[in-house]
């Protein structure tokens, strides 16, 4: 998109630009300015926006940008370049990528998928849960170079057109999050798991490991345990314990936050 | 991350003469240790050959050989694979628990075994490339000899690094007599006891291992044992999960009737390498499995220790941790 085009700020912008910051508004309206822009210069001016409390302030923040499409970077030529081919939802995706570009990063910058958060980057917190070919795994420590021909399915993937996955049902009902930045990480990796019992592999806290047929029994414990990769910072924990406990039992389950 | 070269490789001889003749390149595995250490600067490869598509990922019984009857583990396997692999569970459960004590299930889904032996400490100057440290830069110092060392060792450190060796999986095959194979450029197979992989810091800390640049890691052999049936992995850390070990004990034992016939008591978040307690183990064979005994054989673990400014906790949760896996041990390997 030109930065440089016609102004494109509706009637409430280009008040609350006046009132916010009057002694810019003119130069930017005179030079043109997109709105891609100037939410960039909104968020530049930081915190007095947010103070201000103004409620177009906080439709516009909150107003989708219209979604940028897959960039790739034409004919500039990269040093250490990788080709890479793989399914991403079920949908075929090519791209060229620097060697050092992580999976997450290849996802959010570059796929515009960025339901997959980047919490630590180094493997501690679990927010950039992904599977790729149907086993959980930290998309900030795989490389989109080692993706070849590989299938990834992001929290993107998940819901089925409007219907949403069983999963992600259960912790709207439990209340399974309070900032949701954590949130696409635990259910990805919460159904991956629940994969993982069913196949019965075993965890720290199972009883005999040595039993090795069947399903394997999930207590509360176990889920912790199972899911212990994904730290809530809201310590959502009871909530999203109960969650999974619904989807794995296929009962209802008691809402933890209405019994305290 | 500084740019570096990806390749894939689709045999072991190419990939292992890719990296021999290369000083700066690494072998790419799970890339859940390396691609961390990539991105604190700690490590600065200017290649990396992908071997995850070599195979050499097989859990099987070993038909021939000295460990006949044992089983072997590709050295190029995901830990979650290995930990639930039957064989692995029905005559290894303490390795089994041992691994699933590491990380969590996104990491053991990536983590490979042989990886998961090379992984680095988690010395925290050694991963803050402002600090001293003699492991990541020879000659520059330790910055935890007389930093904040709670975390560092208590066996077996010397002034050149107080560093401990973060494996579980490797605590749980020290206790198990295994042996890793690996393969060089040559196409020369050798066999390191575990025992004799990884080092002593000494005077070169920077060398965690005796694996020669330019080996792949292709097997991990277990031999056979009596020990299934009481076997116990103990690890005490700061949250209940998803933490590196405080204090981690491998412990099985073999009994006859009341009597010990067999012990085997190795420890991890204690030194450089799994550490392994030779001399406890002989206190306990022909004994009989009683608290008073698990005690004095703790006693004779712990009497060697050398505690820090900061860990001297250990030895007391160090003693308290053999005996509790001992007995845990003793039954069945349920707390
Ligand atoms: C947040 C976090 C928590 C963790 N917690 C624990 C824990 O509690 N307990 C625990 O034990 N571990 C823990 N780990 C470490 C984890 O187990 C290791 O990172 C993992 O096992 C490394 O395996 P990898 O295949 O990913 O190795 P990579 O990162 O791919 O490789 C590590 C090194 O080994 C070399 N290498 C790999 N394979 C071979 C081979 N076949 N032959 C020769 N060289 C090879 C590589 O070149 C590299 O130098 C944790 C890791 C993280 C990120
Ligand atoms: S203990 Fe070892 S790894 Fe840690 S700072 Fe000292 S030399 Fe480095
Ligand atoms: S962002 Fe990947 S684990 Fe935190
Ligand atoms: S909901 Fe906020 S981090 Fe989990």
């Not at chain 2, 575990?194 to 005077?203: T, V």
Request: contains cysteine.
């Amino acid at each position: 998109m030109d930065e440089h085009e016609s102004p494109e700020l509706t009637e409430d912008e280009k008040r609350l630009f006046a009132n916010l910051m009057p002694e810019d508004l003119s130069e930017i309206l005179d030079t043109g300015v997109n709105r891609r822009h100037f939410l960039k210069l909104m968020t530049l001016a930081g915190g007095g926006i947010l103070a201000a409390q103004s409620a177009v302030a906080e439709q516009l923040l909150t107003r989708p940008l219209t979604p940028a499409p897959a960039i790739e970077p034409a004919s500039v030529s990269l040093d250490n370049a990788v080709n890479v081919s793989f399914k991403v939802n079920g949908t075929v995706r090519k791209l060229t990528v620097d060697s050092r570009m992580t999976l997450l990063d290849a996802l959010r910058e570059r796929l515009d998928l960025t339901g997959s958060k980047k919490g630590c980057d180094h493997g501690q917190c679990g927010a950039c849960t992904v599977m790729v070919n149907g086993h959980r795994v930290l998309s900030c420590l795989t490389l989109t170079a080692s993706c070849e021909g590989k299938a990834v399915q992001t929290i993107e993937g998940l819901a089925k057109n409007d219907t949403l996955h069983p999963m992600q049902d259960a912790f709207l009902k439990h209340d399974g999050f309070q900032c949701g930045f954590c949130t696409p990480g635990q259910i990805c990796s919460a159904v991956a798991m629940l994969d993982e019992a069913k196949k019965g592999q075993a965890s720290y806290v199972t009883q005999n490991v040595r039993q090795t047929t069947g399903p394997a029994r999930l207590s509360n414990e176990e889920i912790r345990e199972r899911m212990s990769g994904n730290i809530c910072r809201c310590g959502a924990y009871p909530n999203i314990v109960a969650a999974i406990q619904e989807v794995y039992s296929g009962k209802p389950v008691e809402q933890v936050f209405r019994s305290v | 991350m500084r740019p570096f070269t990806y390749t894939r490789a689709n045999d072991a001889t190419s990939a292992i003469k890719l990296l021999t003749e290369n000083p700066n390149a690494r072998f790419l595995a799970g890339g859940t240790n390396l691609l961390d250490l990539m991105k604190e600067d700690v490590e600065r490869p200017n290649t990396l050959i992908d071997i995850s598509d070599l195979g050499l990922a097989e859990v099987k019984s070993i038909a021939n050989g000295v460990n006949k009857g044992g089983v072997s583990m590709g050295g190029l396997g995901k830990n979650t694979d290995a930990a639930n692999h039957p064989l692995i569970r029905q005559h290894y459960p303490l390795l089994t628990q041992a691994i699933l004590a590491g990380a969590s299930g996104q990491l053991r889904n990536m983590a490979t075994n042989g990886g998961n032996l090379l992984q680095r400490t988690r010395c925290p100057y050694f991963y803050e490339v402002s600090m001293p440290c003699n492991k990541r830069a020879p000659g520059t110092g330790c910055g935890a000899r007389e930093g904040i060392n709670r975390m560092h060792a208590i066996f077996g450190w010397s002034d050149q690094c107080v560093a401990v060796y973060p494996s579980d999986m490797a605590v749980a095959l020290a206790a198990l007599d295994a042996v890793v194979h690996v393969r060089n450029a040559a196409g020369q197979e050798r066999q390191i006891p575990i025992a004799d992989f990884h080092r002593l810091p000494g005077n070169q800390p920077e060398k965690d291992t005796n694996l020669v640049h330019g080996e792949l890691i292709t097997a991990i052999e277990l031999p056979p044992n009596r020990l299934a049936d009481k076997s116990y992995y103990l690890k005490v850390r700061d949250r209940a999960s998803y933490a590196f070990a405080l204090v981690s004990v491998a412990a099985a034992l073999e009994t006859e009737g009341a009597m010990i016939k067999q012990a085997r008591i190795a420890m991890g978040g204690v030194a450089h390498k799994p550490w392994r307690a030779l001399k406890a183990e002989q206190l306990l064979v022909g004994k009989e499995a009683t608290e008073a005994n698990f005690n004095q054989a703790a006693e004779a673990v712990m009497a060697d220790a050398k505690p820090l400014a900061h860990n001297a906790f250990k030895v007391e949760l160090g003693k308290r941790s053999i005996v509790l896996a001992l007995q845990t041990a003793m039954n069945g390997g349920k707390l």
